[in-house]
Nanobody, 114 residues
Framework: QVRLVESGGGLVQFGGSLRLSCAAS????????MGWYRQAPGKQRELVAV???????DYADSVKGRFTISRDNAKNTVYLQMNSLKPEDTAVYYC????????WGQGTQVTVSS
């Protein structure tokens, strides 16, 4: 069984920074990608950023230039560096690992005050 544990969320002021981490453990084989999604109250879950096994990245237009996704393959850990945070970035952030199946973390709250 695969387990994803997220950390690094919290309360930050407008323009501040946070770094999220997601560590994967368990029977992990042939990871295709790891990524971050977010869900704000009353909204659908949306892709924030994803990184493939080969290192290719993709970002939502709303976070390009502000967020950076990175990955430590040896540790099966993915990071999301979030800079210049805005109140509209407030959401629960979820980590997702895609291998043969897709696995989700429990989510971590990010709140940006204006």
């Amino acid at each position: 069984q695969v387990r994803l544990v997220e950390s690094g969320g919290g309360l930050v002021q407008f323009g501040g920074s946070l770094r999220l981490s997601c560590a994967a453990s368990g029977s992990i084989f042939n990871i295709n990608s790891m990524g971050w999604y977010r869900q704000a109250p009353g909204k659908q879950r949306e892709l924030v950023a994803v990184i493939t096994r080969g290192g290719s990245t993709d970002y939502a237009d709303s976070v390009k230039g502000r967020f950076t996704i990175s990955r430590d393959n040896a540790k099966n850990t993915v990071y999301l560096q979030m800079n210049s945070l805005k109140p509209e970035d407030t959401a629960v952030y979820y980590c997702k690992l895609t291998a043969r199946f897709a696995y989700w973390g429990q989510g971590t709250q990010v709140t940006v005050s204006s």
